[in-house]
């Protein structure tokens, strides 16, 4: 499913998903966002999303350990997400391949960690397309590589690897972050409560689709890989993220960058 498929699904309500299948989706795609170079731990977070609401819908419905398959089908939802798990991920083979519930969430907080190197890296190039609007130069991923690594102090070696591993998606990785949206903690007893929420707060989702929507237009023109998105139910929806203005040694580090 494309980004923009996703994004329609996700920026309103639609009788044709439920709440729990726009949950599932919507875990898929941050950790997606966070592995571009692995799809195959975007299924596994899928396939753990889909058990942890299935624990979810049996403990709400008061169903016990010793329940038989027969009973818990009869659960509401319950079969609709059983189909869905074993049909999109590649049934129960893939199951049992999957990582270990806190393995997958380990791998997803080192992953939101190192992200953030790539997602500096866009911050600087779209605050230098908003702000500095009478410079020249591209300020693309070349020149954001140089003003990251000075300014946080990341070895260039280090800043590349980062791009090669995150940089298809950074731009995803730096709205998430900004919209405030981190993937909830898949071994926490919460985890469906949490993922839930986020997926009822439709005013943040349209906000990080919209956002993604123009900022992505800003740097296409800056030479980053991005692809576009029309979801018609943003059309009014105009958001204008708050931009830190460069400091003074910032921009002195801009001023140096050659022409």
Known sequence: MTLEETGRILCKPDVRYSEFERAILFFGLQVETLSPKQPKVASYARLHAAMKILEYIENTHGSSESARLTERLALPEYENILDQMLAREGGWQSIARAWTRR????????????????????????????????????????????????????????????????????????????????????????????????????????????????????????????????IECLSKIRPKPELRDFSPTELALIKKYPN
């Open 103 to 230: 393995s997958l969430a380990n791998d997803i907080d080192v992953r939101w960690n190192e992200a953030r190197d790539a997602a500096r890296i866009i911050d600087f190039s779209y605050r230098f397309a908003q702000l500095i609007k009478d410079d020249r130069r591209q300020g693309g991923v070349t020149m954001g590589r140089y003003f990251v690594c000075k300014t946080y102090k990341i070895s260039d070696g280090t800043l590349r690897a980062r791009w090669r591993e995150y940089g298809k998606t950074a731009v995803c990785v730096y709205l998430l972050r900004e919209v405030g949206l981190r993937p909830a903690l898949l071994t926490s007893k919460k985890f469906v409560e949490q993922l839930l929420k986020q997926v009822a707060d439709f005013d943040r989702l349209q906000r990080l689709f919209a956002t993604y929507r123009d900022i992505s237009k800003v740097l296409r023109f800056r030479g980053y890989k991005c692809d576009a998105v029309v």
